[in-house]
């Protein structure tokens, strides 16, 4: 299957991002944070950035301190792609490792009982 113009925008934001959160972020937090997938809308006005963090802790006051930071990871992000329009960031918790974490000790408890 091939990927469209927005997929592949989508895969490069997510590497730079991810290059960014390790190379010139100040916060120690943002540091540990995984950029799970980027959604680009289809004008590449807003992507949406999901993340994970382990151990998921203060997720809210995470997910906040990513949003005010947007501004900064977006501009980041404009000098590292080199393009003359960067979309706006919306940072949101990606709890699909949760669930797989809750699965797997769901998991561990059945086999252990047997």
């Not at 997510?14 to 120690?28: A, G, T, V």
């Not at 807003?46 to 203060?58: C, K, L, T, W």
């Amino acid at each position: 299957m091939r990927k469209g113009k927005s997929g592949i925008q989508s895969a490069l934001i997510q590497r730079k991002l991810s290059e960014i959160f390790l190379r010139e972020s100040k916060d120690p937090r943002f540091e540990r944070v995984t950029i799970s997938r980027v959604k680009v809308d289809r004008g590449c006005s807003f992507a949406q950035v999901y993340f994970s963090i382990y151990p998921p802790e203060d997720i809210e006051e995470l997910t906040s301190s990513l949003n005010n930071a947007a501004g900064f990871f977006s501009n980041c992000l404009g000098h590292a792609l080199k393009t003359k329009h960067t979309p706006r960031l919306i940072f949101i918790y990606d709890k699909g490792f949760d669930y797989s974490r809750e699965f797997d000790e769901v998991l561990k408890k059945i086999s252990s009982k047997d």
